[in-house]
């Protein structure tokens, strides 16, 4: 029993980030420019924008194996391309909806606004989901056998 406890406050979440070429990965890339601290436990894979984030590949993420996903964008007004976060917010509504239904805690899916400037505050938006993900554990809803 005592092994299992062991195991599970050594046990890390796996979140996949996907980030705004334009604001978000560039505010990534200043924090780590920066030598800010955050955990490393968040896989960031670079998109042309937020909108183009296909719910298709958060529910892909979590049958991979991840146990939150978080998709982060330009500020609304922002946009690169004019209304590309605008699309973010209402597939973020619909598909924290979506993961409810399916039995996956909507804590698990977040979807943050940051610029390129924001370094600190992509630390701290990550820093807060993977604490907030190891409270909620592992996540086992759609995950596909490996």
């Known amino acids: 029993m005592e092994e299992k406890t062991q195991a599970e406050q050594a046990w890390e979440p796996n979140i996949v980030g996907f980030a705004c070429n334009w604001c978000t ?8 420019l920066s030598r800010m601290q955050y955990p490393p ?3 960031l894979i670079r998109v042309p924008c937020s909108g183009r984030t296909n719910p ?7 049958q991979k194996g991840a146990d939150a996903v978080l998709v982060a964008g330009c500020h609304p007004g922002d946009c690169h391309y004019s209304t ?6 209402r ?3 619909l598909m924290q909806r979506l993961l409810e239904y399916m039995g996956i805690d909507p804590r698990r899916f ?7 400037s924001e370094a600190p505050k992509f630390r701290d938006v990550v820093t807060e ?10 996540n086992n809803k759609l995950r596909e056998e490996l």
């Open 91 to 93: 597939r973020y509504l």
């Open 129 to 138: 989901m993977a604490a907030e993900v190891k409270a909620l554990g592992p």
């Open 25 to 32: 990965y560039a505010g990534a890339d200043l924090a780590g």
């Open 84 to 89: 590309g976060n605008y699309f973010t917010r």
């Open 41 to 43: 436990n968040v896989k």
């Open 56 to 62: 298709q590949f958060v529910l892909r993420a979590f």
């Open 110 to 116: 977040q979807a943050r606004w940051i610029s390129g």
